[in-house]
């Protein structure tokens, strides 16, 4: 059985369980606070703190693990990532309090200034990097107040839609990280073999579904005299897929598709435009290219 560290609470747990579900990995736990549950066959998920999560795998305390590429960033450990689960998106970022006389950029930031941050290792290779000498004031949440509360000068937290800056009167002046849910695991040539197999099982099966999520299964009749515009409206994995229709009309065809979620709009449109009929979009539920 192999042991996967998995956020016990907090914003990443839902979004986890449901890509996890997908792949066919359903979490039995015993009770909301259990600690370790049975997942699938082969593994176990342990529950623990998101940014514990870098820490146990580093330590062979569980084989792989599932949290934000921030957690990682922070803990300063050499860890692989495995898949890029797209979910829990969100940045890092530098962000200041405009006033007269203070800071209002990145580069006008002096050396000596204060900055809160539950990100201290992050925050402090960022300001190294520009040759800036920090004084880091170490929060282990909410630092967005620190300004107000004349603590710190500047901050370094998460951002997502912007709203917690925005509503602190903050503005972000630099990006010090881009972030998002990863399948972490050790440096493969550390790993035993039986391991390594079984995470690259686990690394197909997550990263199948979430390719699949970007991706619709589209379906439309097409009138055969149209299907060189059709072919070209259409992108597909390798093309699309012509089936004869027997017993329908001569005059079409069935056309199938994998288009990208985000140009269905555009082309069912186009179809509808060339004379295609019976046009369906469906959800894939995981996919192998
Ligand atoms: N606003 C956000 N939008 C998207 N993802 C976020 C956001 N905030 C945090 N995350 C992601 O979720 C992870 C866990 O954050 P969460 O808020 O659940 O716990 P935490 O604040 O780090 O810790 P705790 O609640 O245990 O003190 C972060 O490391 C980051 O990857
Ligand atoms: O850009 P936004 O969408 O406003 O999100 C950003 C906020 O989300 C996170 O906090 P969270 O809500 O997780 O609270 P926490 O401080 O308790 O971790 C982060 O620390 C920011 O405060
Ligand atoms: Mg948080």
Same mark, same amino acid.
């Given at each position: 059985m192999l042991k996967i560290a998995l956020p016990n609470k907090g914003r990443l747990v839902e979004d986890i369980r449901d890509v996890?579900?997908?792949?066919?990995? *359903? !979490?039995?736990?015993?009770? =909301?606070? /259990?600690l370790v549950a049975s997942m699938g066959d082969e593994f176990s /998920?342990?529950?623990?703190?998101? +940014?514990?999560i870098p820490e146990f795998v580093a330590d062979g305390a569980a084989d792989a693990g599932i949290t934000g590429w921030d957690c990682v960033g922070e803990s300063g450990r050499?860890?692989? +990532?495995l898949v890029d689960l *797209?979910?829990?998106?969100?940045?890092? &970022? &530098? /962000?200041?309090?405009?006033?007269?006389g203070g800071p209002s950029t990145l580069d006008e930031i002096p050396n000596g200034a204060r900055v809160a941050t539950s990100f201290p290792r992050l925050a402090e290779g960022f300001f190294r990097e520009r040759q800036r000498t920090v004084q880091l004031v170490p929060v282990s949440g909410a630092a967005e107040v620190a300004p107000h509360l004349g603590i710190a000068d500047a901050i370094v937290d998460l951002v997502s839609?912007? +709203?917690?800056?925005?509503?602190?009167?903050?503005? =972000? /002046?630099?990006t010090v990280l881009e972030s998002s849910a990863r399948l972490i695991a050790r440096p493969r040539a550390e790993l035993p073999e039986d391991v390594a197999a079984a995470l690259d099982d686990l690394a197909l099966a997550l990263s199948s579904v979430v390719r699949a999520r970007e991706q619709r299964y589209l379906m439309a009749n097409v009138p055969r005299d149209r299907l060189d515009s059709v072919r070209?409206?259409?992108?597909? #994995?390798?093309?699309?897929? #012509? #089936?004869? !229709?027997?017993? @329908? +009309?001569?005059?079409?065809v069935a056309v199938h598709a994998v288009v990208p979620e985000n140009q269905v709009y555009r082309i069912?449109?186009?179809?509808?435009?060339? @004379?295609?009929?019976?046009?369906? &979009?469906?959800? #894939?539920e995981r996919l192998v290219p």
């Open positions: 996890l579900r997908d792949a066919g990995l *359903k !979490v039995r736990a015993g009770n =909301e606070r /259990a /998920a342990l529950f623990v703190r998101a +940014s514990d050499e860890l692989d +990532s *797209k979910i829990g998106r969100c940045r890092l &970022v &530098v /962000a200041l309090h405009p006033r007269p839609t912007g +709203s917690t800056l925005r509503v602190n009167g903050l503005v =972000e /002046a630099g070209d409206v259409l992108p597909g #994995i390798s093309g699309p897929t #012509i #089936i004869e !229709v027997r017993g @329908g +009309s001569d005059d079409f069912v449109s186009r179809l509808k435009g060339l @004379g295609c009929q019976g046009i369906l &979009v469906t959800r #894939i």
